[in-house]
């Protein structure tokens, strides 16, 4: 059953509950969720807290927002949490490394096919998870967010599905890298301005300037999540 909020931020432990009662088959694929004002209702929270929780839900590839009818549990939904990689498995220096490889090798292609497929609605939701970005630099949890959401709607403007699904596996081990960058001073506006810098391009149908961009917010990401894994092994602070 959903219990009353009571720890975390909200949205996330509505995004927990959710994903507890698909996990214990209380919710099945196909399946409406209750209502905006119900969920609300139920939990405890306010409408904008479920609103939240829906569209990162939906970010994930969990839920499918149909207007007029509802917000439904994907077919496939159990593929999400099948190929789920956990952050726990990112213990060691070469595993970041690792990491940040693939991400290069995932990410720029995609960046790259994404400036040929994207469409003008494609670019319409990167702007706003811009704005969102933007907004959020003082807020290192919404940021992270917003920031795994550009990634993942630059997959999905690509036009690939299977890459997309590659990029969704390792959500988890993503994120948990981005919470370790945006706690170092001035990483966050660098990582602003380099999905600014792949936003434009983009825009522009420029691939190879979008896979620039790409390849050297990544290289920032790998020189700070090192620089941090290395201080926190030798005990060293700044």
């Known amino acids: 059953m959903l219990r009353p909020v009571q720890k975390r931020t909200v949205a996330e432990e509505i995004i927990d509950q959710i994903k507890g009662l698909v996990r214990e088959g209380t919710l099945k694929p196909g399946d409406r969720l209750p209502a905006e004002r119900e969920l609300a209702e139920q939990l405890s929270v306010s409408r904008a807290s479920v609103r939240e929780a829906v569209r990162a839900l939906s970010l994930m590839g969990l839920v499918a927002v149909r207007p007029g009818e509802g917000t439904f549990l994907n077919e496939d939904v159990g593929t999400v949490f099948r190929g789920s990689v956990s952050a726990k498995l990112l213990m060691k ?12 090798l995932l990410e ?4 790259r ?3 040929k497929r994207a469409t003008s609605d494609d670019l319409t939701d990167l702007r706003h998870c811009l704005f969102r970005m933007e907004q959020s630099l003082g807020t290192h949890q919404v940021f992270i967010r917003e920031d795994y959401a550009f990634h993942l709607m630059v997959a999905k403007a690509a036009k690939n599905d299977i890459m997309a699904d590659v990029l969704e596996t390792v959500r988890d081990l993503l994120m948990e890298v981005q919470r370790k960058v945006v706690a170092v001073a001035g990483a966050p506006q660098r990582s602003f301005q ?9 825009v522009r149908q420029d691939g190879e300037g979008a896979a620039a961009a790409m390849e050297k917010h990544l290289q920032d990401v790998q020189e700070v999540v090192l620089a941090v894994y290395e201080r926190s092994e030798t005990g060293r602070t700044d």
């Open 93 to 104: 220096k070469s595993q970041i490394i690792e990491l940040c490889e693939a991400r290069r």
């Open 108 to 111: 720029v292609a995609l960046v």
């Open 113 to 115: 096919l994404a400036a």
């Open 194 to 202: 380099f999905h600014k810098a792949v936003y434009e391009a983009l």
